[in-house]
């Protein structure tokens, strides 16, 4: 016997029942304090969603940290474009530097998108929805990591001709900038040979950086670093969530990484090495 659909809310009776103004329970919505999803022109919130916000348990802004990632992955899921950035702005306004949103906020909110993925529970539209928003959040993250000073070398960073995604590219390209580095980030699906060209045409190259998020791809790694190998004999790192233990004896890998954190401290181990 199939249960009865759990009872949805509109804004207004939201408002009504927290005792507070429409446009309250609207930023409530909007900075993913409060889960709703859009229905027509209109937000509708589940009652469990609502207890749930009601609880003494939960954290408000005035009462302790603030899960910013959760937030953020709600707009995402919501496929709420404007919201997610509300969100972002308001993680920097409490203090969070562009770097502190990478690494606590975007990072969790994409992991966490494609393991709901993975797990079955959103399908590919929102999971496809939410990585296109992820992606201009990004791009507007960029430009306020550039820090100021004299460039520390160049980091070339790119993946394998397997690899489909490059998000995370430009996630790990950004951090690096903020760190002062030069980096030129060729993006996924690249030939290994282009790869090499890019290396040693590059003007004082520190690293070469090979992300990958796919599993299985040691072969197309392994051609990637010979490639780079036959030209050069700068330091290559191997980073990303689908390195596997296996790649670290690589001949002619550095290091690996499975963290951005992790990268760039393979970074600044190989600078203060030179």
């Given at each position: 016997?199939?249960?009865?659909?759990?009872?949805?809310?509109?804004?207004?009776?939201?408002?009504?029942?927290?005792?507070?103004?429409?446009?309250?329970?609207?930023?409530?919505?909007?900075?993913?304090?409060?889960?709703?999803?859009?229905?027509?022109?209109?937000?509708?919130?589940?009652?469990?969603?609502?207890?749930?916000?009601?609880?003494?348990?939960?954290?408000?802004?005035?009462?302790?940290?603030?899960?910013?990632?959760?937030?953020?992955?709600?707009?995402?899921?919501?496929?709420?474009?404007?919201?997610?950035?509300?969100?972002?702005?308001?993680?920097?306004?409490?203090?969070?530097?562009?770097?502190?949103?990478?690494?606590?906020?975007?990072?969790?909110?994409?992991?966490?998108?494609?393991?709901?993925?993975e797990a079955g529970d959103i399908d590919v539209a929102q999971e496809h929805a939410a990585s296109q928003i992820a992606a201009?959040?990004?791009?507007?993250?960029?430009?306020?990591?550039?820090?100021?000073?004299?460039?520390?070398?160049?980091?070339?960073?790119?993946?394998?001709?397997?690899?489909?995604?490059?998000?995370?590219?430009?996630?790990?390209?950004?951090?690096?900038?903020?760190?002062?580095?030069?980096?030129?980030?060729?993006?996924?699906?690249?030939?290994?040979?282009?790869?090499?060209?890019?290396?040693?045409?590059?003007?004082?190259?520190?690293?070469?950086?090979?992300?990958?998020?796919?599993?299985?791809?040691?072969?197309?790694?392994?051609?990637?670093?010979?490639?780079?190998?036959?030209?050069?004999?700068?330091?290559?790192?191997?980073?990303?969530?689908?390195?596997?233990?296996?790649?670290?004896?690589?001949?002619?890998?550095?290091?690996?990484?499975?963290?951005?954190?992790?990268?760039?401290?393979?970074?600044?181990?190989?600078?203060?090495?030179?």
């Amino acid at each position: 016997m199939n249960s009865a659909p759990e009872p949805q809310l509109s804004l207004q009776q939201v408002a009504d029942e927290l005792g507070v103004h429409y446009m309250t329970a609207y930023r409530y919505v909007r900075l993913g304090m409060l889960p709703a999803e859009r229905e027509g022109r209109s937000w509708v919130v589940q009652r469990s969603d609502l207890d749930a916000f009601q609880s003494p348990s939960t954290v408000r802004p005035e009462r302790g940290s603030t899960r910013w990632d959760s937030r953020l992955i709600s707009r995402l899921l919501a496929a709420d474009d404007s919201g997610a950035w509300s969100v972002i702005e308001a993680a920097m306004a409490s203090g969070l530097t562009p770097s502190d949103v990478y690494q606590s906020m975007v990072v969790p909110a994409l992991r966490e998108v494609g393991e709901r993925w993975e797990a079955g529970d959103i399908d590919v539209a929102q999971e496809h929805a939410a990585s296109q928003i992820a992606a201009r959040l990004i791009a507007r993250l960029g430009p306020m990591m550039m820090s100021r000073g004299v460039r520390r070398g160049t980091v070339i960073v790119g993946s394998t001709a397997t690899e489909l995604h490059d998000l995370p590219l430009t996630i790990i390209s950004d951090l690096l900038r903020a760190e002062r580095l030069e980096v030129i980030n060729l993006g996924a699906n690249l030939p290994p040979e282009f790869f090499a060209a890019a290396v040693a045409r590059g003007d004082d190259v520190v690293a070469a950086a090979i992300g990958v998020t796919m599993p299985d791809q040691g072969a197309e790694i392994a051609r990637t670093v010979n490639a780079i190998r036959a030209v050069s004999d700068v330091d290559i790192l191997v980073g990303g969530s689908g390195v596997s233990d296996d790649i670290a004896d690589l001949p002619g890998v550095t290091a690996i990484a499975t963290t951005s954190d992790e990268a760039i401290a393979v970074i600044e181990a190989v600078l203060a090495g030179r």
